[in-house]
């Protein structure tokens, strides 16, 4: 699952914590209360998004809508040429027609309304715990809509904290634009929807897509048999492993892979925290198109994607491919990928 980019919308609520330079606590938990209730207040929106990871540059189509309806499809050119990813409900589609290869996720566990604020209100608590919130620019113009910029540093030393900043569009508590800077060398990330709009009626018919006849397809079920670990080793040609950190998640389900490749998923969940950790051989088949990451260095080298609330991290080890996707923030999720 190293490649579920665009899986949710690109609301990074903790992009838009603080508005002021100084705050005690009361402002903040005044301005926590505004920020979200402007981020639920997104209906849709759709543009054009440019993803940039050291030189290299993705262009997106892109299109949200309530509820869970998402599109996006990749317009620039190279190996990602073309790529679709398609949630329309609780089912998920992702295409790579380079190599002519599906994934796909039916019946996924999706957060309701309040669920989704009560993710938010975790969110914003840890990032006012973890970083200083500086102002910046408060007059900026992005994709047409006025923004603040807002610097995050973090309050202590750690493999996987790095400074960042965003420039928010206030009105949806939306990220028009993120750059973060990686100090332990490797490229830095950054995107920028380079035009927009918000809540549009958008047919449902865009929203909809079917793989191509000959595909190859691979999927995950949700809510298919649950295997114990013990019985979902054998059904494995290879030693699965589990996390030593999982930030209080619990263990809820295993399922496996439907497909000629033998994997399994670990599903985890706590409160509106949701953790999915799957591991499948490697094969040497180059199903994926190479989509490089921002490399984090713990005990392991990990390889980061962002998309707002979801990140998903891959590495390889002992010919065992891992990937990791969650709602939690980043740097959990890196902890808990360096603790397998």
């Keep these: 699952m190293r490649f579920l980019l665009y899986f949710f919308r690109f609301l990074f609520i903790i992009a838009a914590i603080v508005s002021m330079e100084s705050c005690k606590d009361i402002l903040i938990e005044a301005r926590k209360d505004i920020t979200i209730?402007?981020?639920?207040?997104l209906k849709s929106y759709s543009g054009i998004l440019s993803e940039k990871i050291g030189e290299n540059l993705i262009r997106s189509e892109v299109k949200w809508q309530k509820p869970n309806q998402y599109f996006a499809k990749v317009t620039s050119k190279g190996n990602l040429s073309g790529t679709i990813v398609s949630q329309n409900g609780a089912n998920l589609k992702i295409y790579y027609p380079s190599t002519k290869f599906g994934v796909e996720f039916l019946n996924l566990?999706?957060?309701?309304?309040?669920q989704t604020k009560n993710l938010y209100e975790e969110i914003y608590n840890w990032t006012v715990k973890k970083f200083e919130v500086e102002l910046?620019?408060?007059?900026?113009?992005?994709?047409?809509?006025?923004?603040?910029?807002l610097l995050y540093r973090p309050k202590e030393n750690h493999d996987f904290?790095?400074?960042?900043?965003?420039?928010?569009?206030?009105?949806y508590s939306f990220p028009i634009k993120t750059e973060i800077i990686n100090p332990n060398g490797s490229d830095s990330y950054s995107y920028e929807f380079d035009s927009i709009s918000f809540n549009d009626s958008i047919q449902s018919e865009k929203f909809k897509f079917e793989f191509p006849n000959r595909s190859v397809i691979a999927t995950w079920n949700f809510s298919s048999k649950n295997y114990p670990l013990d019985s979902a080793q054998k059904v494995v040609n290879f030693k699965i492993r589990t996390p030593e950190y999982t930030k209080g998640l619990e263990l809820v389900k295993v399922i496996k892979l439907d497909s000629q490749v033998p994997g399994i998923m670990?599903?985890?969940?706590?409160?509106?925290?949701?953790?999915?950790?799957?591991?499948?051989?490697?094969?040497g088949i180059p199903l994926f198109p190479i989509k490089k990451g921002i490399r984090l260095n713990g005990k392991k080298e990990l390889d980061l994607h962002f998309l707002g609330t979801i990140s998903a991290i891959h590495f390889l080890s002992n010919g065992?491919?891992?990937?990791?996707v969650s709602n939690l923030p980043y740097q959990e999720l890196a902890s808990v990928a360096d603790s397998i």
């Excluded at 209730?37 to 207040?41: D, H, T």
Aim: charged share 25%; hydrophobic share 35%.
């Design 37 to 41: 209730e402007n981020a639920l207040k």
């Design 109 to 114: 566990n999706l957060l309701n309304e309040e």
């Design 136 to 149: 910046g620019d408060t007059e900026n113009q992005l994709a047409g809509k006025k923004t603040v910029e």
């Design 161 to 171: 904290f790095f400074k960042w900043r965003t420039w928010v569009y206030d009105e």
């Design 266 to 283: 670990m599903l985890y969940q706590k409160g509106p925290y949701i953790l999915g950790i799957s591991q499948m051989k490697d094969y």
């Design 320 to 324: 065992v491919h891992y990937y990791l």
